[in-house]
């Protein structure tokens, strides 16, 4: 089945610290992948996207994402958290040929200061 | 451009009530689409339009109607609410592979 998992729904770094928010695809062919991100009480933003291409796609805010097939994944990162980082992320694809988008049940990330 | 607009941005409904929600876009976008979130469950996917005169079923399509008579306009229509349909709803509108996405309608049915 065509899926987009998140692992972790609640994740906490340090100011300053590296994020890692984890998210892995099933797809019987190659996917399309994003990165939402979205603030309390908004709509979500598009963070990066990976199409085809070039495996890692850098995005706004200083995040990127590697897209590694072999481990069917899309793990989002960032060098250095900032407060304003903090926010729900959400993992979406398009999947298994078809136009919808599918999303992973998201994490929360909370900066500590 | 504006860009996806939802009204109204807060509602409150009775259990049996009807209405609508409302979503436009000002980018001739063909695709648009409309989810529903809840805790811990992601965005899932209500209905969906790949251009106007043509609507088809997502998800979770159950409770809800939709009709597409302009490129612009992709009302969702609540025919009966049920405590059930509580939620943030959001629209969005597609070019190429992309999803924009509105400001959401949270909605609470008593």
């Known amino acids: 089945a065509q899926s987009v998992t998140q692992l972790g729904s609640h994740v906490s770094v340090s100011e300053g610290a590296l994020v890692l928010l984890r998210c892995n695809y099933s797809?019987?062919?190659?996917?399309?992948l994003f990165w939402y991100v979205q603030y309390p009480n908004q709509g979500l933003q598009l963070l990066l996207k990976?199409?085809?291409?070039?495996?890692l796609v850098k995005g706004i805010n200083g995040f990127e994402a590697e897209f590694k097939k072999s481990e069917t994944s899309f793990h989002l990162t960032k060098p250095s958290a900032h407060m304003s980082d903090a926010a729900e992320y959400f993992c979406a694809g398009v999947l298994g040929g078809n136009e919808k988008l599918t999303f992973g049940t998201g994490t929360r990330l909370t900066i500590i200061p | 451009n504006a860009g996806v607009t939802q009204t109204p941005e807060f509602q409150v409904l009775k259990t049996g009530q009807s209405m609508t929600l409302q979503c436009a876009q000002d980018?001739?976008?063909?695709?648009m689409s409309w989810y529903r979130q809840d805790p811990g469950m992601g965005l899932r996917l209500i209905h969906y339009?790949?251009?106007?005169?043509?609507?088809d079923q997502g998800e979770v399509p159950n409770g809800y109607n939709v009709s597409r008579s302009t490129t612009e306009d992709f009302p969702l229509r609540l025919l009966s609410a049920a405590p059930s349909q509580t939620s943030v709803y959001f629209c969005?509108?597609?070019?190429?592979?992309?999803?924009?996405f509105g400001p959401g309608t949270r909605l609470l049915v008593l």
């Open positions: 797809s019987s062919v190659p996917p399309y």
């Open positions: 969005a509108s597609r070019y190429s592979e992309t999803q924009y």
């Open positions: 339009s790949v251009g106007a005169g043509i609507t």
């Open positions: 980018m001739n976008h063909e695709y």
């Open positions: 990976y199409t085809t291409g070039a495996t």
